[in-house]
């Protein structure tokens, strides 16, 4: 059977990192992350500056860093789940020249909720594993639960980031479901839901195969 290709949009906030792990463990395939790539990177030096430079303004980081990312890690695997890219139509077109897409799934959350999971989130400093303040909180305050490492806040998830992040969703990666919204395979998922019935409806729709 071939793994599934499956691309996973929303805005930022949604709950891309949350579902793309139980996806990618559930159907034993890659999950990659271009912000998680960008961040082990951050420092990087380009042409155009830092990939840490753009994540701290809430900006997309220049097509050619991300594109060259996710080229080599499709290169790498049979099955995966993209999350956080395509980020705009020029990203979507690149990546239809590079593999073809089984599954486009899109998160949609409304804006009032996704400020309170962004604000809330805080992350592993250590091993990257996501916690929600209220959503979901570690075991102890403060302390990841996996490896008991220091929780910190994501720098871009600071209230004025946040802000711009939803912007630049709405400018650059709605025209993205656009491009996609007639294709096969183009999903929308309710995304307010809990984590466990979003989930839920994501394994359904891709244990159906085909996206209906
Ligand atoms: P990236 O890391 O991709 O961030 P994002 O898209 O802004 O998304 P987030 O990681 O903030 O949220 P998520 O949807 O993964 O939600 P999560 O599961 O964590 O990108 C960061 C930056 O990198 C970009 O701004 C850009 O600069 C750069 N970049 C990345 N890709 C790029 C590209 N292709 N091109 C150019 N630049 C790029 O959940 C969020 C919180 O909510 C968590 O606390 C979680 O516990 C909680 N939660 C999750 N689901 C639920 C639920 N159902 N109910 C309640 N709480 C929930």
């Known amino acids: ?43 990087l030096e380009t042409e155009q500056g830092t990939p840490g430079s753009f994540i701290d303004r809430g900006e997309l980081v220049p097509d050619a860093i991300v594109n060259e990312i996710v080229e080599v890690e499709i290169g790498k695997v049979e099955g995966f789940v993209l999350d956080g890219y395509p980020r705009n139509k020029e990203q979507a077109e690149y990546l239809s020249t590079i593999t073809e897409i089984s599954n486009i799934m899109y ?32 075991r102890l305050d403060g302390e990841c639960d996996l490896c008991g490492n220091k929780l910190i806040q994501r720098s871009d998830d600071e209230a004025g980031t946040i802000l711009n992040r939803l912007k630049v969703f709405s400018e650059h990666t709605k025209p ?6 007639n294709r096969e395979g183009f999903v929308r998922i309710e995304g307010r839901n809990n984590p466990d019935d979003v989930w839920e409806d994501i394994r359904n729709i891709l244990e159906m195969g085909d996206g209906k």
């Open 176 to 181: 993205v479901l656009e491009y996609y919204n």
């Open 107 to 138: 998160l949609d959350v409304a804006e009032e909720e996704l400020i309170k999971r962004l604000s809330g989130r805080r992350v592993c400093s250590e091993c990257g594993e996501n916690y929600h303040i209220e959503f979901h909180p570690p």
């Open 1 to 43: 059977m071939e793994l599934p290709k499956i691309v996973l949009l929303g805005p930022p906030g949604a709950g891309k990192g949350t579902q793309g792990g139980l996806i990618a463990e559930y159907f034993g395939i890659e999950h990659i992350t271009t912000g998680g790539a960008l961040r082990i990177n951050r420092e």
